[in-house]
């Protein structure tokens, strides 16, 4: 049934009703995280080298580090100090914060299209192939799509309420969002979008509870915008940096290269619904379509012209996925369910032979050279630790040493037995 305007939540008085859908899909998404922490424990999953150098950042808590807002170091900080400092507790921040997104997902997913769909939505975005990969690291994209999905849950409960507690949710998560990565700012972008889309909700764009969440987003934000004032704008020039758009411009081969890529991303069942939905006049003439669309397709959006002009990694447009995980499940539910079910499937398949690569190669006997292997960057740090951590036990006082701060940090993580000065 089309939905064209007025409050975007449906009525949730019978949503409890249905214990059948809940048990299938809490269960998949409790058993899909059981599955990856499992993986990790009895992996043998080494740290990657954006997780031992957020970690190093973590024994120095700052409002502001070199290239990134403060809020992974932060979380790395208490992880480690409640569970120690083992793999397993550092790649607790990504597999928890992944676990609670997908709640958060069902939870827009239920307002926006009730019970099932909600529960289908969660579902596919915890089956995600980038999510499934994420997971597996604490990097700056776990609270980045945290913070994106518990804004745009804020937002649509603000939207329908008014109330300007609401408002002022909203934009506290929204500051968090930029504590854990800049790239959070797009979604004022998609809810500015969203707003004026909509002619019932174009008189929020004046209202002072909506000003109310933009000014605690700034005070929250704001602490992290003095440490860069203080650092010579440290973070935001190797923002700069890494775009590459001082170098040669335009490469239409490397945004084909991305758009490739998000076949895996999002999955390719899901992504080639997205592009069948996009053009259908009905799906914009639904106000729940619009705005999850008109949040989502910003960055997806920038980071293809970023694809274009220069280069960009396939994980960029990630928090994208947050919204159109809900709604694509929702367009297949109601229309192609088998689709869906497809979609989910393929996706935990692919998941499956990126978790057990190796052995799965080793079943088929094959012997993977060093360069054929998903995990080619992220393995032998644990091998090169122990031979550093023989000079560092023969010479105590010495410090580490080197130009690759990617290095230093695995480094000050495998080969020594505890934190240490590194130059």
């Known amino acids: 049934?089309?939905?064209?305007?007025?409050?975007?939540?449906?009525?949730?008085?019978?949503?409890?009703?249905?214990?059948?859908?809940?048990?299938?899909?809490?269960?998949?998404?409790?058993?899909?995280?059981?599955?990856?922490?499992?993986?990790?424990?009895?992996?043998?999953?080494?740290?990657?080298?954006?997780?031992?150098?957020?970690?190093?950042?973590?024994?120095?808590?700052?409002?502001?580090?070199f290239s990134k807002p403060p809020m992974i170091a932060w979380l790395l900080a208490v992880a480690t100090e409640l569970f120690g400092r083992s793999e397993?507790?550092?790649?607790?921040?990504?597999?928890?914060?992944?676990?609670l997104s997908a709640l958060l997902v069902y939870s827009i997913g239920k307002r926006l299209y009730g019970?099932?769909?909600?529960?289908?939505?969660?579902?596919?975005?915890?089956?995600?192939?980038?999510?499934?990969?994420?997971?597996?690291?604490?990097?700056?994209?776990?609270?980045?799509?945290?913070?994106?999905?518990?804004?745009l849950r804020l937002f649509i409960k603000a939207r329908d309420s008014g109330r300007p507690g609401w408002w002022l949710a909203t934009g506290l998560a929204g500051g968090l969002g930029l504590l854990s990565?800049?790239?959070?700012?797009?979604?004022?972008?998609?809810?500015?979008?969203?707003?004026?889309?909509?002619?019932?909700?174009?008189?929020?764009?004046?209202?002072?509870?909506?000003?109310?969440?933009?000014?605690?987003?700034?005070?929250?934000?704001?602490?992290?915008?003095?440490?860069?004032?203080?650092?010579?704008?440290i973070s935001?020039?190797?923002?700069?940096?890494?775009?590459?758009?001082?170098?040669?411009?335009?490469?239409?081969?490397?945004?084909?290269?991305?758009?490739?890529?998000?076949?895996?991303?999002?999955?390719?069942?899901?992504?080639?619904?997205l592009v069948a939905a996009l053009p259908r006049r009905s799906v914009w003439a639904d106000a729940r379509h619009r705005l999850l669309l008109l949040v989502s397709l910003p960055i997806l959006l920038l980071i293809s012209t970023q694809a274009l002009l220069s280069e960009a990694n396939m994980n960029w447009a990630s928090p994208a996925y947050v919204g159109l995980s809900v709604f694509v499940s929702a367009w297949l539910w109601e229309r192609r369910r088998r689709w869906f079910?497809?979609?989910?499937?393929?996706?935990?398949?692919?998941?499956?032979?990126?978790?057990?690569?190796?052995?799965?190669?080793s079943l088929a006997g094959i012997e993977l050279r060093s360069t054929q292997t998903p995990y080619k960057h992220r393995l032998g740090w644990r091998a090169l630790g122990a031979g550093v951590r023989e000079w560092t036990e023969r010479y105590p006082d010495a410090r580490l040493l080197g130009d690759r701060?990617?290095?230093?940090?695995?480094?000050?993580?495998?080969g020594v037995d505890g934190p240490r000065q590194v130059v």
């Open 341 to 361: 079910y497809a979609g989910v499937a393929v996706n935990l398949v692919l998941l499956s032979v990126a978790y057990h690569y190796h052995a799965l190669a």
């Open 115 to 151: 019970t099932r769909p909600g529960l289908a939505a969660g579902v596919a975005f915890a089956s995600l192939p980038v999510v499934g990969a994420l997971s597996l690291y604490s990097t700056t994209d776990a609270p980045l799509h945290f913070f994106w999905a518990l804004t």
């Open 181 to 233: 990565k800049y790239t959070m700012g797009l979604i004022a972008v998609g809810l500015a979008l969203a707003l004026a889309a909509a002619r019932p909700d174009r008189r929020w764009l004046a209202a002072p509870a909506l000003w109310l969440g933009v000014l605690a987003a700034a005070l929250v934000w704001g602490p992290n915008l003095w440490w860069n004032a203080t650092h010579d704008f």
């Open 88 to 99: 397993l507790a550092v790649k607790s921040v990504s597999w928890t914060l992944h676990l």
């Open 1 to 65: 049934m089309r939905h064209r305007g007025g409050p975007l939540a449906i009525d949730a008085s019978r949503q409890w009703q249905d214990p059948v859908a809940y048990l299938a899909g809490f269960g998949i998404v409790f058993l899909l995280a059981a599955y990856r922490l499992g993986v990790v424990q009895f992996s043998g999953l080494e740290l990657d080298v954006e997780e031992a150098y957020y970690l190093y950042w973590s024994l120095d808590p700052a409002f502001g580090y």
């Open 236 to 273: 935001f020039r190797h923002t700069a940096h890494i775009s590459q758009l001082h170098a040669e411009l335009f490469h239409p081969e490397r945004l084909a290269e991305f758009l490739g890529a998000q076949l895996l991303v999002f999955g390719p069942v899901f992504f080639v619904a």
């Open 405 to 414: 701060r990617g290095l230093l940090a695995l480094m000050s993580y495998y």
